[in-house]
């Protein structure tokens, strides 16, 4: 791959990450302005065009789906599609079939101008939740109702049925349900209001930790911009990305610790940055004398550039290594630009056009392939660590992530502890996205260009995540009492084993 192709984002799943906090208001207040339907027609044009695009360009839609259920799925709903609708209803039939294909890189987005609007309503849950032990609990301690309790009903609207709405909005490579939910807590304040629209007050009913009655609280919602900008303030158990990478020595232990909540390092500045610092870790690795354990903690790393991951593992491998064993696209150039999000056609579409003709070359089948000059070989870094190596993931780990966890644990460089990654074992699709909008509604469809086949030598079809050799999640004491699992399994019982 040319160098230019290293800083390539993998678009990330989070739906609150386009926020732009721009604040004209383009409707009352005290208005639903997700309330305006569409008549049946304009659904339709808008669900044929959703459906050509993905069926021309998707590069992986039939990676985790059965063709013919997606295409009965397709059909069932396009004849569904007989009254007028607004858009949060009709974003919960896209979402449905984005969560069947199973790709973490397929987004859909409000328009930009309901979205704006929508930041400064106070219509939002005002408090952070996390899924755990298969259910919602309030995770914040600047309320009354207690960390740790345990969501029954919103608004007489059961947990159960809470979570069901929500399922399809976030989307994991295959099918993870740990993923689908844990995400849907971290973004629970936009998820409900997408689920049930605005609420001018929350009654909440819960069960206080070690009570079995139920209390019921009244709570006053809060906008958006406020639930996001505070989030990191009032979350109680959180895994802090102020930083997006740390690294310490615990002598005592033989051990050091490599902390990388992200690998989105992808200016001059902090890719230089980055890049110094995986230098001066692994060669004070080097040179320090006794330790021979690293423990890498990548939980909920959403991933960022090729180039990050590739840096790292030169620094813990012990063979060369390709960058991918595969790269595919369906199409030679960008397809159906009518349709395109405008400053994406502007700005984005000539440089993927540019980079499949010039990196991609033609298959028999018809899809294009990445041109083998372009995939790099890897060779071991000069201060590459060769001790016993732990890598600490969970659901939310995905995309570059995930690419990197899964690499170590086909060439069992690593043991690996925690939870399934909710991205893919065997490959993802990244490179560069391509963004539509949908001629009515407004609608945008976000995904990825590539499939990318991930260089493993023992690819395990028919998976989804990459599994860990011990699972150790967290349970709701776990968060009470603000406990590391994960990292205590690994002192407890192989580090110290070890010693």
Known sequence: MKQHMKQRIFWTISILAIAIAAGCYFFPKDTDVLSQRYAPNQLQQDFQVFREVLEKAHPALYSYADKNELNHDFDSIYAGLKDDADIRSFHQKLAFIVNKIGCSHTNLYLPKILYDTLLHRPNFFPLPVVYVDGGFYINSDISEIPVGSHIISINGNPAAQIM??????????????????????????????????PAGVFRIEYVAPGSTTREMVALEPVTLEKYTDEYNTNVYYNYSDEVGYDFEII???????????????????????????????????????????????????????YENIFLLLRF?????????????????????????????????????????KTEFHPLGDGTFALNETENDLRRPHPMAFTGNLFVITNSNVVSAASNFVAMIKDSKRGIIVGEQTGGGYNAHNGFTRLLYKLPNTGMQLEFSAVQVQHFLHHPQFNRYGVEPDYTISNTIHDIIENQDPQMSFIVNNLVKADR
Do not use: W
Request: with cysteine; aromatic share 16%.
């Open 251 to 305: 002598d005592s232990l033989h051990t050091a610790v490599l902390t990388l909540r992200s690998f989105a390092f992808s200016t001059a500045t902090t890719f230089s940055a980055y890049k110094n610092f995986l230098l001066n870790a692994f060669t004070l690795l080097k040179n320090e004398n006794g330790i021979n354990n690293l423990v890498i903690d990548c939980r909920n790393n959403e991933g960022g550039e």
């Open 316 to 356: 813990l491998s012990k063979q060369p290594f390709r960058e991918v064993d595969s790269a595919k696209v369906r199409f030679r150039k960008t397809p159906y630009q009518q349709y395109l999000e405008p400053a994406y056609a502007l700005n984005e579409r000539p440089y993927l056009d540019s980079m499949l």
């Open 164 to 197: 069901e709405r929500m399922y399809d909005y976030n989307v994991p490579d295959g099918r993870n349900k740990n993923y689908n939910l844990s995400q849907a807590a971290q973004h629970f304040s936009y998820d409900y209001f997408m689920a049930y629209g």
